[in-house]
């Protein structure tokens, strides 16, 4: 059975920075396609960022260059490290995982995805 366990969401001041975990069981992290996605209040679930089977990452134009998306095959983890965080960064964030390459996902706030956790909540103040 697939499950997602995320984690490390938390309030921080603007400029500070986080790491989020995602704990995956009933599949391997590196033979699936996995990605972040993030629900702030009031709007729609949007793409964060995005890794494919082989390590090639992409990202969110609003995130690039402050977040990084990893994972670790020995620990079957997701991560996502966040930082000079903003207000408008904050969100409930969520992973999830497909069996093969989702090319809608990231656009589309995850479009196509086939498995979700339950989401880690991230707070910015100013």
């Known amino acids: 059975q697939v499950q997602l366990v995320e984690s490390g969401g938390g309030s921080v001041q603007a400029g500070g920075s986080l790491r989020l975990s995602c704990a995956a069981s009933?599949?391997?992290?590196?033979?699936?396609?996995m990605g972040w996605f993030r629900r702030a209040p009031g709007k729609e679930r949007e793409g964060v960022a995005v890794?494919?089977?082989?390590?090639?990452?992409t990202y969110a134009d609003s995130v690039k260059g402050r977040f990084t998306i990893s994972r670790d095959s020995a620990k079957n983890t997701l991560y996502l490290q966040v930082s000079s965080l903003k207000p408008e960064d904050t969100a409930m964030y969520y992973c999830?995982?497909?069996?093969?390459?989702?090319?809608?996902?990231?656009?589309?706030?995850?479009?196509?995805?086939?498995?979700w956790g339950k989401g880690t909540l991230v707070t910015i103040s100013s």
């Open positions: 999830a995982a497909a069996g093969g390459r989702r090319n809608l996902a990231l656009r589309y706030g995850g479009l196509g995805m086939d498995y």
């Open positions: 890794i494919d089977s082989y390590a090639i990452t």
């Open positions: 009933g599949f391997t992290v590196g033979n699936y396609y």
